[in-house]
Structure formats: structure tokens, C-alpha cells
């Protein structure tokens, strides 16, 4: 049967996977990609799912972490880009981190070269015509100016925004191994099973003491008047942000120096700077949590003050970016279709979730209800006990009014953990950008506290990690279940 194509606007990473759903399920795809004609402050070039901050996909541990959960799910749902991510890793402890380059190259190639896909290359700067009775908009947090007012004026939504800021990269020949060394936290493997993927560069009281009264100092980016009010998401703040919330906030960040042990002394660091592998090659190394917005002129002066970085030479520095998402409980219903017009749906980062696996994940679940619903399927959504449901269910409608947002602890920001992160709800609990995590999933039905193999109760870490299994468990074989029924 031939059926009218679904219309992709933006490639993405939530473009590219809900393009590669819609085709997988046999309906045509016409996928609008305004890149090259027109970059936006933060894309470089015109690949696919280009990855402009970290190149980590975080946590690849499925039992302990809700992202590394939400990885293998994808991977269960035939997601192209976990694909691409497992076929272009780099080494990064227990995270999955990718040679950005080759991974866009890979998606681009894969989804361009799809036979139900077409490629157009030109930018929408209106609503899409009446005769697009199915769209998927995944334009991402840096939609271009006309789409955005055009949504805007349909939505009758004001515009809801915050900062993303980039770390700098770092050329490895630059990097004193003579004060750096290779090890992982707690010397724990990664998905290639590697136990040494990032350089430490070990600072002591003083050293931090006076990296962080210069920070304090140095100058940063001034924003312009209708900027100043936007804020932070809280799971990737700037350093110099931290920084201004007190002394020893880096400490417990993105410079915690946990689980490390300096060779040279036998013992573990007052606090560390990481650096973690960016590309295949391994002649690039992004500062971990070191996203900045201060001044280029004063970012290399002040990052040379860590030890190890002395005659650091820097391929990109810090950057910061303006992003964009809707109020998506209010706008859109639970299979993403926008309530004032359902032929469009909303998918990845502009629906208020965060970080390139969920961005992904939101464009998966977008891409298989526009397809569902194009051949004329009964469309179900995920089980919210799965790391696909549960995101689903905060950003259509599960976000807290009010109290602590449950995140992931915040190391070198990014989530890696499922401790709160200290942030509450804005005024009047207006939507914020989520991470998955395992607060937004049910509890366990049941309840009783875990026994180990002695048959006492564990207790503090060993009790959440049993937790944090059991919900990973229960997630898993629901999302089987869930799969084998579509």
C-alpha cells in the first residue's frame, strides 16, 4: 500500500530516530533540514544529529542508571541512534561517549540513504501547509526564529527558554602526563571494558582556592536585555555559576574527587579536573562539566591555572547557546500531537526534555504514533514503570507543581546518579527540562526492604542499588511486554 509520507522537520538526533522509526514501520518520510543554508549558533556543520556539547551519552549501566535503562530500551526498539552511538564509542569508564564526527557521519548515512526517506534541504519558517496532515516538528532547542513565532502564535504560549553552555576541548599532546593520569572513577569499565578512560588533573587546596577566586573573577558573556531573565537548566550549569554558590560547590560537582587515586602521592585529590575522550583517534579530550560562559579571552588563561593544563592547547573553547521548549504538558497530549492542531507533533529536546538519549527516545515514541495512526494501527503508549513512559509522562504531563525536582546527582553536568539535585520548581511550577531519571518512575509494588544474600536488610547505597535494579528489572520485561503486544 502506498501511503502519504510523514513530514520531518529537523535531522537532529530526535529527527533522525523518529525518521528511522516512520520508515522501519513502511510509511514514507520527507525530512526537512535547513542545515547548511542556515547553521545556528551552536552547529558547525550540516551531518545528522551533530552532537554540540558533550559527546557522552552518560551512564551505559542499565541496573543503576535510569539513562543507561533508557539505553538499552532503545536499543530493544531498534533506535538508530544507540545503534550508531555503540558503533562509534569511545572510551569513557562506565559511560558511553562517541567520536562525534563519525557518529553524525553514520547517522546521516544510514537515515539518507533509507529508500522510504527523502531528504529535503531548504528551511520551514511557517506552519506546514494544510496538505501535511501528519508532521513531526523536532527542530530542537535552537528552533529557528519564524518557525518559533509561527508556534508561538498558534500555541498563544509565551516563549519558554534557558542556557546551555559547552565545555572546551583540549588537544591530549597538550596535556602534562607528568602531574595527569588515566583512570577511571572507582576504576569502573566501560561498555568496551576499558578502566582508564579519563585524564585527572589533580588540584590541592590552594591550587582549587585559587582556581575558583579567578573563576569568580574572570569575565563573562553579557547577555542582551530580553536574555537576562532566562534561566539555567540545573543539570548543566556553568562552572563559574557553581562556582558563585559557594566555595566548595565544584568539589561536589563537576571537580568531586572521589573514587580517584593520585600515583604520585597514594591518595586521592582535594579536587580534580577530568577530561574525557572525544573523538575515535583520541587526540581530543572535552573538560567534563567545564561548560562556561565566560569570555574567550579569559578561558584559557584561567583553565591553564590547572595543574596538567599548564600549556593546554585548546581546539574549541567554552560557548554558551540560547534554547527554546514548549510548555508541553499543557500544549501537547500524550501521543505528542499538539492539542490546538494534532496533524503536528512535537518531538526531542523543544518538548522540555534533556540530553541526547532522551531527545532521542521522545523522537522514537514520536515517529512510531505517526506511523501507528498512518496505518491505521491502534497506537498504545509505553508503560510509565519503563525509562520510555516515564519520560513520556513528564514531558506530556507528569512535571511537578511544586518541591524538590527529582534529578540525578550533578557530576560535571551531567545526571550520574538519581540523588536530588537540589532545584525546586520556578514560580507557579512551571514546566522545567528534565533528564530521565528513576524519581520519575512508579515505586515498586513492592515495598519491603531489600534483603541481601545474609538475609539483612541492606541499608543506605546497597539498598538504593537494589532499588534502582528492581525498577530496572520490572521496567524491562514491562517494555517486552509492551513491544510483543504492538
Known amino acids: 500500500m502506498i501511503h502519504s509520507p510523514v513530514h520531518i522537520i529537523g535531522a537532529g538526533l530526535a529527527g533522525s530516530e523518529a525518521a528511522w522509526t516512520v520508515a522501519q514501520a513502511g510509511v514514507p518520510v520527507v525530512l526537512h533540514e535547513m542545515r547548511p543554508h542556515r547553521l545556528t549558533p551552536a552547529h558547525k556543520t550540516d ?80 506552519l506546514p501547509p494544510a496538505s501535511w496532515d501528519s508532521v513531526i516538528v523536532a527542530t530542537g532547542p535552537l528552533t529557528g526564529p519564524d518557525l518559533a513565532q509561527a508556534i508561538q502564535d498558534l500555541t498563544g504560549e509565551g516563549e519558554l527558554a534557558f542556557f546551555d553552555a559547552i565545555a572546551p576541548i583540549v588537544h591530549r599532546h597538550s596535556i602534562d602526563f607528568d602531574t595527569a593520569w588515566m583512570q577511571s572513577r572507582y576504576d569502573k569499565p566501560g561498555p568496551a571494558g576499558e578502566k582508564a578512560a579519563y585524564v585527572n588533573c589533580p588540584l590541592n587546596k590552594a591550587q582549587y582556592e585559587a582556581f575558583v577566586a579567578a573563576l569568580l573573577e574572570a569575565p563573562k558573556t553579557e547577555f542582551k536585555d530580553w536574555e537576562k531573565d532566562t ?38 585529590p582535594y579536587a580534580v579536573a577530568q577530561l574525557r575522550q572525544d573523538n ?54 500524550p501521543t505528542l500531537q499538539l492539542k490546538a492542531q494534532p496533524r503536528l507533533r512535537f518531538a526531542g529536546q523543544i518538548t522540555g526534555c534533556e540530553g541526547y538519549v532522551e531527545s532521542a527516545a521522545i523522537g522514537l515514541l514520536a515517529g512510531l504514533f505517526a506511523a501507528r495512526e498512518r496505518l491505521g494501527l491502534t497506537i498504545s503508549l509505553p508503560p510509565q514503570t519503563t525509562a520510555l513512559g516515564a519520560l513520556l509522562a513528564h514531558v506530556t504531563g507528569g512535571h511537578l507543581t511544586g518541591g524538590d525536582l527529582m534529578g540525578g546527582e550533578l557530576m560535571g553536568g551531567e545526571l550520574m546518579g538519581d540523588a536530588p539535585i537540589g532545584r525546586r520548581a520556578t514560580s507557579g511550577g512551571t514546566f522545567q527540562p528534565m533528564n530521565i531519571n528513576f524519581g520519575l518512575f512508579p ?34 520485561a514491562d517494555l517486552d511486554r509492551w513491544r510483543a503486544a504492538l
Not at 567545564?290 to 596538567?308: V, Y
Open 47 to 126: 551531518g545528522f544529529a551533530e552532537l554540540v556539547c558533550s559527546n557522552s551519552f552518560r551512564s551505559d549501566d542499565w541496573r543503576a542508571n535510569a539513562v543507561g535503562l533508557l539505553h538499552e530500551e532503545l536499543r530493544r526498539m531498534g533506535s538508530i541512534i544507540m545503534r550508531c552511538g555503540d558503533d562509534n564509542q569511545v572510551p569513557a569508564g562506565g559511560a558511553l561517549a562517541v567520536d562525534r564526527d563519525h557518529f553524525s557521519a553514520a547517522v546521516t548515512r544510514a537515515v539518507s540513504t533509507h529508500p522510504l526517506i527523502t531528504t529535503a534541504r531548504e528551511e520551514i519558517t511557517a
Open 231 to 268: 534561566p539555567y537548566f540545573e543539570g548543566c550549569l556553568p562552572i563559574e555559576v557553581m562556582a558563585a554558590r559557594g566555595l566548595d560547590t565544584l568539589r561536589f560537582g563537576p571537580m568531586k574527587p572521589v573514587g580517584l587515586t593520585d600515583p604520585r602521592t597514594g591518595k586521592g
Open 280 to 333: 575515535a583517534l583520541g587526540t581530543l579530550f572535552n573538560m567534563v562539566g567545564f561548560q562556561t560562559k565566560l569570555k574567550h579571552s579569559a578561558q584559557a588563561d584561567l583553565l591553564r591555572m590547572i595543574p596538567g593544563l599548564e600549556q593546554a592547547v585548546f581546539a574549541r573553547l567554552g560557548g554558551i547557546h540560547r534554547n527554546t521548549f514548549l510548555n508541553s504538558p499543557k500544549l501537547l497530549n
Open 443 to 476: 515505586p515498586l509494588e513492592d515495598d519491603t526492604p531489600p534483603r541481601g544474600p545474609n538475609g539483612k536488610r541492606l541499608r543506605g547505597a546497597d539498598k538504593a542499588r537494589a532499588r534502582k535494579a528492581g525498577l530496572s528489572d520490572r521496567a524491562l
